[in-house]
């Protein structure tokens, strides 16, 4: 059987497009890699922040509960700034949901502690910092461990 040259160019237009969206995909694909990669760089980055945002809470806290132990309260608030600004980014792009779970226990306590130092109730924001303590230092620690193991 002999192709015309109509046939001829049929056939290479679909060869050509074949090709086409090969190349395409292909492109696609790697693209898609890099942005990950670029996105777990990202995340990797804000764990860390947040790692030394708690730790500064958590010396916070135990500030609080050595001033009442004293008799003294202080006005100063737990800074919960980062967080508040990356959680979304977070819940989006993770990928271990028991870092989120980590996270966000340890920020319900601040923000307990916080409420309470808003509302001018500073013992009641001590004593809960002295109540807590032990649970937000074990969930960091679960933090840390999860963020040095790269299981984000």
Known sequence: MKLTLSDTI??????ATFLAVIVALTIEVFRRISENKNKNKHLKNIFKALETEIKEGLERSEALIKLAQNGKLSFSRIYVVLWDSTRHEICQNIKNFEILQCLHKIYYRFDLI?????????????????????EMKKNFKKFQNFINENKT
């Open 114 to 134: 916080n409420f309470n130092m808003e509302c001018n109730r500073l013992a009641v924001g001590a004593s809960f910092a002295k109540e807590y303590i032990d």
């Open 10 to 15: 049929q056939l290479s237009i679909a060869v």
